[in-house]
């Protein structure tokens, strides 16, 4: 099974792109200063990441994002994706995160890791998305907060518009949009076929039984 494993920021990067507004661009003389913060605590966390897959017995390799690809108003426009290809013909797991980078409209934006996937899975077709988070699939309302709300078990074609009205943003700081986004991104892709899994990435199993292949352990999102 050839992986690649992307993650988010959580607190680590979000709290310097929210006090530096980085997600809007350059906006004034204290940005420069905000994306190279942004950077490094991204990149930190993701050699906490690493360490963890590299103590797991994994060959993980860090993929850094913003010393590799331009965005355009916060959507990649181009970015070299043959070492990412090499990697996976050598079965190493590439570990790309969510990063702040350079755009020719606004000057710089947050890459979140739903764009990256994004970008890769149209250029490399992978099976199938998992995301994995802190709840049990996409639901109504949030459940940490409201015992009322319920299970989305799948989301497609039929029912996304009416869908799109219960994703609100997520539980902490995320200036890349939240659930939302999330599904936003990765809805794109039942065009060409690739369907995803949000799971609970906390449950005990979850993530290898959906990777064994197992379905409908929180939502299923497809054409």
């Known amino acids: 099974m050839r992986l690649i494993v992307g993650h988010g920021g959580g607190s680590f990067p979000h709290r310097f792109a929210e006090m530096f507004e980085t997600n809007l661009g350059i906006v004034n003389a204290d940005s420069y200063k905000g994306i190279s913060l942004v950077q490094d605590s991204a ?5 906490i990441v690493v360490k963890s897959l590299l103590r797991a017995g994994e060959n993980a390799i860090s993929v850094q994002p913003s010393s590799a690809l331009i965005a355009e108003n916060g959507r990649i426009e181009r970015w070299n ?4 290809r090499e990697m996976l013909k050598h079965n190493l797991l590439p570990v790309p995160y969510g990063d702040v980078a350079l755009d020719t409209k606004k000057g710089c934006c947050i890459i979140s890791t739903e764009e990256i996937l994004n ?10 998305i ?3 988070g802190i709840t049990d699939g996409v639901f109504t309302s949030d459940p940490q907060k409201d015992p009322k709300a319920s299970l989305i078990p799948i989301i497609n074609s039929k029912n996304y ?3 799109k009205k219960y994703l609100a943003g997520s539980a902490g700081i995320d200036v890349t949009g939240g659930m939302l986004h999330k599904i936003d991104r990765i809805f794109e892709l039942t065009s060409i076929g690739i369907e995803a899994d949000v799971i609970n990435g906390q449950k005990n199993g979850h993530l290898k039984r959906t990777l ?3 379905r409908g352990l929180g939502t ?4």
């Open 212 to 214: 064994l292949g197992e």
């Open 130 to 132: 998992i995301l994995a």
């Open 161 to 163: 518009n009416d869908v």
């Open 43 to 47: 990149a930190t966390l993701n050699r």
């Open 220 to 223: 299923i999102v497809r054409l």
């Open 81 to 84: 994706i043959e070492p990412i």
């Open 119 to 128: 970008y890769l899975a149209k250029r490399l077709k992978p099976k199938r």
